[in-house]
């Protein structure tokens, strides 16, 4: 049987193409010209528009409807249909743009609804046209074209993406690093780090609580058809609009709504009473502070907070790439009430709220630099011996090279089986400048959060593999010993708290865009977020060693736009195993693959047992990897690496084939019999030899020549030089399998080896 892994199919993640690569140079230069030109003008124009309509209507009634209309949609109850200008970027550039002027209270100009949709519009089509507005026919002439491509992608992720951290990871990071500094931050700011982040968690809650309780209302108005009852439920559950009654009803008459649709007028009117959702006195958000720290608790919510009018002076483009909102998101209304509209930016900028509190004192600020470094080796420590059981997990290594006489330290490996993961852990911020794509600080930002690691780590591993034997080392659990002998593969990884965005995991975008000597060796770099939920997710140890071999690997072949989580969805679709498509040059559109996956987490946060789905795989390879977690033996991830490799259609093909290989077996009259369906699996460029053999032999000299004929024919097919035997007894069934072991081809003849040697 011969068999290769790829899309069989049209691929739903292949870029289209627009047709641009037919233009001539000229018609690209002109396209491109006139495209930035219209998007600078429309840009400008919506841009304008927006300004001119909070300035006009009551910029609290206007930010209190799209809160609510955000947190509904895309928020706490996560609607999957796309929503006009429903994106969190789009309410945190609104919110910047409400305090670049004093508030207008009172009445909104004609209904609130209206101004609300002409809203809608113009935020839609302002930010559409953000990235194009900077479009160029220049570009074309552009040498550092590559690096342009990169820093245009870190501009459209700052402004738009949110969400480095699922809920439940936030508050266990900043728990991890707030424990260790709640005594410099109490001397600083009278309240502890945690206390705070406690009381900023029962605010959020507190705002849930009444988001819901309106939401309540709202159904049971909704629920009611004859007018008269909508009347009534609605003065029912609003009694704050009692002295507004006859205004309301007059208001119903003259826009002559009529009897059926009275229910939705009410629903509008209701829209009056939502700003008190997101509104906190100064005595609630005391009431929330641990006892005796209210006064400190305060202080820091001003500090936190903008009036209206205080971005007066704020230049508006610049709004876009360095928001002030995203560190202060509340607004300090005239009574002294906090008004938080857009709740959800907690969670995307908590960090970046606490760092600017902390930047005023510097032993604070080095208290919490230090301890972001010591926290983040602590979650990796944890996570690694939560998704490694079987592995033995060493930690701050020291050891003196060879080749320099110098002292070096690494963070940690993992050894596990005949396999050694190497992981540097930087916890490092990413400038904001970097964000932005300044060409220095981003310069600096790859060199200290991606090559420096990345330098750390093969130091290591020549080390280890120069000299192949026992290397001794000290680290805070006493000495330790690595033999690497025992070693065959070396997975390198570099872990960091926060990623230079999407662009973290194209190593060879960044190498073209000179922000990476080509010389280095490429290692994957992923936040300790997405290597939790990736371990998570994957959660078998042979499949998460998988994922890690072949992701190096995959961000060298392959050309894709993606982030960690969106390579993590493609995984689960394809194990990675897409055929020459990984070298071809195809570009395959990633992006957004992650939804799902977010999806699932969202609802985790608001209580729901949630279980991601597994990776594709057929029944058979679902018991066959279940066989190997569970049996091991020395070589287990590599048997198992072998499986995964194999494409989900060449995995249905080898299924299809038990019933009737079975059937050849048993009825040949000859006491040893076997079947085999042989796979030549993957691309050329990782060409390997599987054997699934079904037999029936009286002895086991008997049973090994017929797994050594088959693995030989199946190397030759595959021409390769081992092969992955996989045997089944049909006289005994196996819950998974019989035997299985790779065979190898050394000039004396084949023999069977049960591990193998990575190349």
């Known amino acids: 049987m011969v068999g290769g892994e790829g899309m069989t199919k049209k691929s739903k993640y ?92 009172g009445v909104v100009d004609g209904r609130a609804a209206l101004v609300v949709e002409k809203v809608i519009e113009l935020l839609d089509r302002n930010t559409a046209t953000f990235s194009l507005s900077r479009v160029s026919g220049s570009a074309l002439d552009d040498p550092k074209r590559s690096l342009g491509h990169v820093q245009e992608a870190l501009r459209s992720e700052t402004q738009f993406v949110r969400g480095d951290y699922h809920s439940h990871q936030l508050d266990q990071y900043l728990r991890s690093i707030f424990r260790r500094i709640d005594h410099e931050f109490l001397r600083v700011h009278g309240i502890a780090a945690t206390a705070v982040l406690s009381t900023l968690q029962a605010t959020f809650g507190l705002l849930e609580t009444r988001l819901n309780a309106h939401l309540t209302k709202l159904r049971r108005i909704m629920r009611v058809r004859k007018p008269e009852k909508a009347i009534k439920e609605f003065f029912s559950n609003f009694p704050e609009a009692e002295g507004r009654r006859a205004a309301i009803l007059q208001a119903a008459a003259d826009n002559y709504v009529v009897p059926e649709l009275m229910r939705f007028f009410l629903y509008e009117e209701s829209d009056n ?33 903008i009036e209206f009018g205080a971005l007066e002076e704020a230049t508006i483009d610049h709004l876009y790439m360095a928001n002030p909102v995203w560190a202060r998101p509340f607004i300090l209304l005239e009574d002294g009430r906090y008004f938080w509209p857009n709740p959800a930016s907690f969670h995307s900028f908590a960090f970046e709220m606490f760092e600017r509190i902390m930047s005023s004192d510097a032993r604070l600020l080095v208290a919490y630099e230090d301890a972001r470094a010591v926290a983040l080796e602590e979650e990796v420590r944890t996570l690694a011996a939560r998704a490694f059981p079987a592995s033995e997990v060493l930690r701050n290594l020291k050891w003196v090279s060879r080749d320099d006489g110098q002292e070096y330290e690494n963070d940690f490996v993992i050894l596990i089986d005949r396999v050694a993961i190497l992981i540097e852990a930087k916890s490092g911020k990413v400038a904001p400048e970097a964000k932005r794509g300044a060409d220095l600080r981003l310069l600096r930002e790859v060199e200290k959060l991606m090559v420096e690691p990345a330098q750390q780590s093969q130091r290591l591993l020549r080390h280890l593999t120069d000299v192949r034997g026992r290397h001794t080392f000290d680290t805070p659990d006493g000495e330790r010993v690595i033999n690497s002998t025992r070693i065959d593969t070396f997975i390198r990884l570099n872990v960091t708290f926060s990623v230079i965005g999407a662009v973290s995991s194209r190593w060879p975008e960044l190498v073209e865009a000179g922000l990476i000597a080509s010389s280095f060796e490429p290692v994957p770099t992923m936040s300790i977020a997405d290597l939790d939920t990736v371990c998570e997710v994957l959660h078998e140890q042979s499949t998460i060693v998988h994922y890690l071999r072949r992701r190096a690997s995959f961000e060298v072949n392959a050309l894709y736009k993606a982030d960690e989580i969106d390579l993590l969805a493609f995984y689960l679709d394809t194990g990675f195993n897409i055929g020459e498509e990984e070298f071809n040059g195809l570009y395959l559109n990633l992006y957004g693959g992650s939804d799902e996956l977010n999806s699932l987490y969202k609802r985790r946060a608001q209580g729901e047992k949630i279980t991601p789905r597994a990776p594709a795989r057929s029944a058979l390879f679902k018991r066959l990897i279940a066989g190997i977690e569970a049996s091991k033996g020395e070589g287990w991830l590599e048997r198992a690496y072998r499986l995964l490799n194999v494409a989900m259609g060449d995995q249905l093909t080898i299924e299809g084939s038990i019933k009737s290989s079975i059937s050849t077996v048993k009825r040949s009259p000859a006491p040893s019999e076997s079947w085999s369906g042989q796979l030549s699996n993957g691309p050329p460029q990782r060409k390997e030899a599987i054997a699934f053999v079904w037999y029936r032999c009286p002895t086991r000299e008997s049973r090994s020549e017929r797994l050594l004929l088959h693995a030989v024919q199946a190397m030759e097919m595959a021409g390769t030089n081992d092969c992955l035997v996989v045997g089944f007894d049909v006289e005994h069934p196996p819950q998974a399998f019989s035997v299985m072991g790779l065979i190898g081809k050394p000039s004396n003849g084949p023999v069977a080896i049960y591990r193998s040697r990575q190349p």
Do not use: C
Request: glycine share 4%; proline share 3%.
């Open 14 to 105: 292949v870029e289209v193409n627009f047709g641009t690569h037919d233009l001539t140079r000229e018609e690209r230069l002109s396209a491109l010209e006139a495209i930035g030109a219209k998007s600078r003008s429309m840009h400008a124009e919506t841009r304008q528009k927006l300004v001119d309509l909070l300035e006009a209507n009551d910029a609290i009634a206007i930010l209190s409807r799209m809160g609510l209309r955000f947190l509904v949609a895309n928020g706490v109850w996560n609607a999957k249909q796309h929503v006009p200008a429903g994106h969190q970027h789009h309410l945190e550039m609104l919110h910047a743009f409400a305090l670049r002027t004093p508030r207008r209270t």
């Open 273 to 305: 009473y939502v700003s008190e959702v997101f509104t906190f006195s100064e005595a609630e958000i005391a009431a929330l502070a641990p006892q005796g720290h209210a006064p400190a608790m305060l202080n820091l919510m001003r500090e936190w907070s």
